[in-house]
Nanobody
């Protein structure tokens, strides 16, 4: 299975950009879809974006479409989430996810520990 560790979170101002990284260990990285989720404290995790194993297909939640870009570098075993035009509603914990069990249902089984993004209003 995959081991995932997020990095790159922090405090930004509304309208700023930030790029999260997810370092992945595991030989199956390039063979499976990956995703980003986010979670407000006390709430369930929600889907942000996912990317296919070959970097050819991506899907985004409506709330981030046009602002976020998911990408991956399989040679480096890193997945990225470029976040532009950040707003206070983007202030959540972000989690990278691997070991997809359903692309259609956005179901994943392996999770990183999470990284905080805080957007000042």
């Amino acid at each position: 299975q995959l081991q995932l560790v997020e990095s790159g979170g922090g405090l930004v101002q509304a309208g700023d950009s930030l790029r999260l990284s997810c370092a992945v260990s595991g030989r199956t990285f390039s063979t499976a879809a990956m995703a980003w989720f986010r979670q407000v404290p006390g709430k369930e995790r929600s889907f942000v974006a996912q990317i296919s194993h070959n970097d050819e297909v991506t899907e985004y939640a409506d709330a981030v479409k046009g602002r976020y870009t998911i990408s991956r570098d399989n040679a480096k075993n890193i997945m990225y989430l470029q976040m532009n035009a950040l707003q206070p509603d983007d202030t959540v914990m972000y989690y990278c996810a691997g070991s997809a069990t359903s692309w259609q249902s956005k179901e994943y089984t392996n999770w990183g520990p999470g990284g905080q993004v805080t957007v000042a209003s």
